[in-house]
C-alpha cells in the first residue's frame, strides 16, 4: 500500500461527541495526536483548524460544512485534512463515506489519519479491501450504540420512566439512578390550560393564556401537546417492529387527572361538544332547569329603558320563564346558609369521624402486624432457597422462577404499605377541610370564583335545580350535606322531590 506524501497546506479536524463517552477522543488528546504527528512533518501549515461536537452519523456537521466552503474557496491550492482515527472522520454509512472521499478529492484534498493512514487507491485490490473494512467498523460501531442506547430507553420506558425531554409543565430529576420527570412551577398553568378546554374555551384562548403565562411559544404542537399522555402520569412506549404501542402507568406523578384527560380528548376528537362558556355573572348556568318545561336554562342580559343592564335565566321554549339573576342568587345564599349544619352538630360529627378514623388506624395495625410477618417469612424463604441453590438441591432455573415469585408478593407488600401511610397522612388533612367547608357553606360560596361556585355546587346537587320563586327544588342532595342536614327543621328554601321533567307541563297545559 502506498501512502500518498502529507501537502504542505494542512487542515486540522477534531470531532468530540457527547454520546461516544471515550476520554480517548476526548479534544486536547486529539490535538496533542495531531500535533506531535505535525511536529514530525517538514514545513506544514495549518490553515484550517476545526472541532466539531457532533455526532459523526452523517457529514451535515458545522465544522465539517465550514471546511468544505474552504476547499471551494481555495481550489488553487492541495490540502491535506489531518485527523486522528477515521471514526472521528465518520460514522457514517460506508456509501456515504466514499462519496465525501470523491467531493474532497474533487477539491483537491487528500485524507491523513494518523493512526491508520491510507493510500485511497480504488485500483488496487488489496486497498479496497482494506477501506472496506475500514470503513465499515465506525458505521457499525454507530449502530452497535443506538441500538444499544434504544434498547435501553424502551426498556426505562416500560418500567414506566420517561427518558426524552421533559414535557412544558415537568423538569428531569435525577433519582436512585434513574431520570424521574417531576412537575416543575408551571405545572398549575398546565392544569389550567387543561381546564380551559372543557370549560368551553377556544384554542386559541388556551394558547393564549399559555403564552401569557410564558408555558409555551411555539404555535404548532398544541394538539400534541394536550395529546400528551405523560400529563395522566402515563407513558407512550411505541410500535417496534412486531411489538405494537402500549401505554402504560409512569413513575412520575400526573398533573392532570385521568377523567380530565379523556375529557380532553374527547373534545379535540370532536366527541363531545365543548360546554358552553360559562359568564362569571351567571354561576347557575348549566344547573338550572325550566320549571315549566324542563329544559335547561339559558342566561344573557337585557338592557332597560334607561340602559342599564339585567341579567335573567330565561327558557328559549314557547314557556317564557324568565328569572332575574338577583333572585335567584339571593334564594340559592339564604339556601346555603339553611344547609349549613349548626357547630355543635358539626363538631358531634367531627368526633364520631375521628372515633372510626382511629378504629379503623387500630385494624390498620393488626393489619401491619400481619405484613410484617409475611415480609419476615418471604425473606426467610428467599434465603433458605439460596441456601438450596448453593447445596446443589435446586435446579437454576427453578430457583429463579420461585425467586421471582417472592420478589413480587414482596414488592407488592411494599407497595401497598406506602399507599396506606400516604392515605393516612391525608386523611387527618382532607376530615378538617371537609368539616371547615361544610360549616361555611355560604362564606365558601359567595367568595369563590366560579369554578369554585360550579365545585361547590356541584358536589352539594348532584342533580339539576329548578327555581320557583319561593323555593328550589331538586331529586336528591349529596350523602355527605344529607348526614349533616338537621332532619327536624324542614328546610324552607328547598324541597327535594323527584319531579319528571314534564309533569308541570301537564297542569300548565289546561285552559
Ligand atoms: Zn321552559
Not at 28 to 56: K, M, P, W
Not at 198 to 210: F, S
Request: proline share 4%; net charge positive.
Amino acid at each position: 500500500m502506498q501512502i500518498p506524501p502529507i501537502h504542505k497546506n494542512v487542515i486540522k479536524y477534531r470531532r468530540v461527541s457527547t454520546d461516544e463517552q471515550s476520554t480517548n477522543y476526548s479534544f486536547a488528546s486529539q490535538n496533542d495526536i495531531i500535533d506531535r504527528f505535525l511536529n514530525n512533518q517538514e514545513s506544514v501549515e495549518v490553515h484550517l483548524d476545526i472541532t466539531d461536537d457532533a455526532s459523526g452519523k452523517n457529514f451535515k456537521r458545522p465544522g465539517f460544512i465550514k471546511i468544505l466552503e474552504y476547499l471551494k474557496n481555495h481550489r488553487a491550492q492541495k490540502f491535506s485534512l489531518v485527523f486522528i482515527d477515521w471514526d472521528r472522520f465518520t460514522r457514517a454509512p460506508q456509501w456515504e463515506t466514499y462519496n465525501m472521499i470523491n467531493i474532497l478529492h474533487n477539491l483537491n484534498c487528500s485524507l491523513y489519519c494518523v493512526f491508520k493512514p491510507m493510500g485511497l487507491d480504488f485500483d488496487d485490490p488489496d486497498e479496497v479491501v482494506n477501506q472496506a473494512i475500514t470503513f465499515a467498523i465506525p458505521a457499525a460501531e454507530r449502530l452497535r450504540i443506538r441500538r444499544r442506547t434504544m434498547n435501553g430507553t424502551r426498556q426505562a420506558l416500560k418500567q414506566g420512566y420517561w427518558c426524552n425531554n421533559a414535557p412544558y409543565g415537568y423538569k428531569m430529576v435525577r433519582e436512585n439512578h434513574k431520570s424521574l420527570l417531576t412537575p416543575n412551577e408551571k405545572a398549575p398553568d398546565i392544569l389550567r390550560g387543561f381546564q380551559m378546554l372543557i370549560d368551553g374555551n377556544t384554542i386559541p384562548e388556551v394558547i393564549n393564556y399559555l403564552k401569557e403565562n410564558k408555558v409555551y411559544h411555539a404555535h404548532s404542537n398544541i394538539y400534541t401537546m394536550f395529546r400528551n399522555v405523560l400529563y395522566c402520569g402515563q407513558v407512550k412506549v411505541p410500535a417496534l417492529k412486531d411489538e405494537s404501542e402500549i401505554i402504560i402507568e409512569g413513575k412520575h406523578q400526573p398533573i392532570v387527572s385521568r377523567e380530565i384527560f379523556q375529557e380532553v380528548q374527547d373534545i379535540l376528537d370532536g366527541k363531545r361538544r365543548k360546554q358552553l362558556k360559562k359568564h362569571e355573572s351567571f354561576p347557575l348556568k348549566g344547573i338550572l332547569l325550566c320549571p315549566t318545561c324542563g329544559k335547561m336554562l339559558r342566561a344573557s342580559f337585557s338592557t332597560g329603558r334607561h340602559g342599564g343592564k339585567f341579567g335573567y335565566y330565561h327558557c328559549i321554549g314557547t314557556c317564557k320563564t324568565r328569572h332575574k339573576i338577583q333572585e335567584a342568587h339571593n334564594l340559592l345564599t339564604h339556601l346555603l346558609g339553611e344547609l349549613q349544619p349548626t357547630e355543635k352538630l358539626l363538631s358531634y360529627y367531627k368526633m364520631v369521624l375521628e372515633d372510626t378514623f382511629k378504629t379503623d388506624c387500630q385494624a390498620k395495625i393488626t393489619h401491619t402486624t400481619n405484613t410484617h410477618k409475611r415480609k419476615a417469612e418471604i425473606k426467610q424463604k428467599l434465603q433458605h432457597l439460596d441456601n438450596l441453590l448453593l447445596e446443589g438441591g435446586l435446579k437454576s432455573s427453578d430457583y429463579y422462577r420461585l425467586q421471582e415469585n417472592l420478589k413480587l408478593e414482596l414488592t407488592q407488600i411494599e407497595n401497598k404499605e406506602l399507599e396506606v401511610r400516604d392515605i393516612e397522612k391525608n386523611y387527618k388533612l382532607y376530615l378538617d377541610w371537609g368539616i371547615n367547608l361544610v360549616g361555611n357553606l355560604d362564606y365558601y360560596y359567595s367568595s369563590g370564583t366560579l369554578e369554585a361556585k360550579s365545585a361547590i355546587l356541584g358536589s352539594i346537587f348532584p342533580e339539576k335545580l329548578i327555581f320557583e320563586q319561593s323555593h328550589y327544588r331538586t331529586p336528591r342532595l349529596n350523602n355527605f350535606i344529607s348526614l349533616f342536614r338537621p332532619s327536624d327543621k324542614e328546610l324552607q328554601y328547598l324541597q327535594i322531590q323527584e319531579t319528571p321533567a314534564n309533569a308541570s307541563v301537564l297542569f300548565d297545559g289546561s285552559p
